[in-house]
């Protein structure tokens, strides 16, 4: 990506820096609603205009433990996320945060004990609406609780005692699902 070129889009958002506090709700809607829509990049050290400033590296540093603390705090379930570091002429550097999509939708942003949750609509992040909600939870691919984990083998002889009781109560034969249900 070159410097001149960073443009704010659905999966693109520009930040002079990340703030702390009260300021952090907007970037934090934006790694929300990047998670939950299709990922993106925020780039750090780029005004709204365009304009690349860039940070020092000790302030990179400070930026990059300021995310994940926050992130970490105020967002559930944490999506995935990679830093890039760009140089600029000026020997300062563009800190780049690529978001990924979340599988295990939707991600919610907990603020003042407000649970929210965005989604990225060109270039702005967006209040989920019902329906919009709905669709993440049914897009998503939450990990499966449901496998077993274990080498043991089925075998109905080692339920005797269990299948005659159910048998007398319920009228009728214990199946090897009723097992696990």
């Not at 760009?86 to 690529?98: G, M, P």
């Amino acid at each position: 990506m070159e410097l001149e070129n960073i443009f704010e889009t659905k999966t693109h958002e520009n930040k002079q820096i990340l703030n702390d506090g009260e300021d952090s709700l907007s970037w934090l809607k934006t790694v929300c609603a990047f998670a939950n829509t299709d990922g993106g990049i925020i780039s750090v050290g780029v005004k709204d205009n365009f304009d690349v400033i860039g940070l020092k590296k000790e302030q990179v540093d400070k930026q990059v433990q300021l995310f994940l603390r926050l992130t970490k705090e105020h967002i559930n379930p944490l999506p995935k996320f990679d830093f890039n570091y760009l140089k600029t002429e000026r020997d300062t550097y563009v800190l780049e945060i690529k978001v990924f999509k979340s599988s295990n939708l939707p991600v919610i942003l907990t603020f003042h004990n407000i649970p929210s949750i965005y989604i990225r609509k060109e270039g702005r992040n967006s209040p989920a609406s019902s329906e919009e909600i709905q669709t993440l939870v049914f897009s998503s691919f939450p990990e499966k609780y449901d496998l077993f984990f274990t080498n043991e083998i089925y075998e109905s002889s080692s339920y005797s005692w269990l299948s005659k009781k159910y048998k007398n109560i319920k009228k009728q034969g214990l199946t090897q699902k009723n097992y696990f249900i």
